[in-house]
């Protein structure tokens, strides 16, 4: 069992997989000194893949009775974490309960909130890099590889009936495993039963190759899997291709990233758009602090978000595109 040691300065942890290689090590104290936290600090606290609800139990059992750890930042393990620590938290926020995941753990008034932050941070994202009313006319799909956390929340914004009609035409989903497709369908099923959306058990590139290969023009491909960072490889060989003027979203912007840079390839004679993981890293984690910190909505919005993407640029030595790991 992990030994946890009382923090002596507010604290916020991250919980993850190889945290300390990520490029929030060396942004968090420069958002801490921009936004005022007062001697901040950022711990990571990793686990394998698939960790026992005993190693959770306990991250979880100490950020919520150790007076000065404020909450954390789930990457990961999100589901696996709620699932195991449901009981423990003092109030679960709807989102949460919705998608059955944590991405974020904040105590308020001595109580120990559980959230869901990666709809709000897909949605910032996806807002920020989809031409104004981009599936308005309802002939372009969405394709997304990996079934998990990133998908739930990203599929949640994107058949939101608040969108109107700005809504792809139907969404695809491929993933090897059929019971995450299986449990994906009953989450849509909560969120919008009527929204199109097919589901592909994929057991080779070869197999998402395919689902590419048909998608219209304009379409969004988007690599949900996590290779290219938490594992090498990417979901398409090298025989895929994409539709003309597609936009691309790798959600990883650190590791090999070899789907982006498959895309790259195709980028000039395609007209792609690519886009990686870098605004859905500032958004995701400046979400979270704000909530963490008890901030305002206005700290992490507008001029606060370019202002904190471009201290995190510099202090991580990335930009947008770059794909150092």
């Known amino acids: 069992m992990t030994t946890f040691v009382a923090a002596t300065q507010p604290t916020l942890y ?20 921009y936004l005022r936290l007062n001697n901040a600090q950022i711990k990571g606290i990793d686990f394998p893949l698939n960790a026992s609800p005993e190693a959770y139990r306990e991250a979880v ?84 590889f990996g079934a998990g956390g990133a998908c739930i929340a990203i599929s949640w ?12 035409r139907r969404i695809i989903v491929s993933d090897r495993s059929p019971q995450r497709l299986d449990e994906l369908s009953r989450l849509h099923q909560q969120f919008n039963a009527e929204f199109p959306v097919s589901y592909h058990q994929a057991d080779s590139a070869a197999d998402n190759d395919a689902l590419l290969a048909n998608l219209p023009a304009g379409s969004l491909a988007i690599n949900a899997t996590g290779l290219g960072k938490d594992a090498p490889g990417s ?30 390839a195709q980028q000039a004679a395609s007209r792609l758009q690519i886009e990686n993981g870098w605004h859905y890293f500032i958004h995701g984690w400046t979400q979270a602090i704000a909530e963490v910190f008890d901030l305002p909505a206005s700290a992490v919005q507008g001029p606060a978000i370019d202002a904190l993407s471009r201290l995190a640029g510099r202090a991580s030595g990335l930009t947008p595109l770059e794909k150092q790991s």
């Open 14 to 33: 991250f919980i993850g997989v190889t945290t300390g290689s990520s490029s929030i090590m060396k942004v968090f104290p420069a958002w801490a000194d």
């Open 61 to 144: 059992e100490f950020i919520k009775q150790d007076p000065l750890s404020l909450g954390a930042l789930v990457t990961t393990h999100k589901i696996d974490l709620f699932n195991s620590c449901r009981d423990l938290f003092d109030e679960i926020d709807p989102l949460a309960a919705l998608l059955g995941e944590t991405s974020c753990l904040a105590k308020h008034k001595g109580k120990l909130h559980s959230y869901a932050k990666d709809p709000i941070s897909s949605g910032l994202t996806l807002e920020g890099f989809l031409p104004t009313e981009h599936f308005a006319s309802q002939t372009r799909d969405v394709l997304i």
């Open 157 to 168: 914004y994107l058949m939101h009936s608040a969108r109107g009609k700005n809504v792809p």
């Open 235 to 264: 979901p398409l060989s090298a025989q895929a291709r994409f539709p003309e003027r597609a936009i691309v979203w790798e959600l990883n912007y650190r590791g090999e990233l070899l789907f982006l840079h498959q895309a790259e």
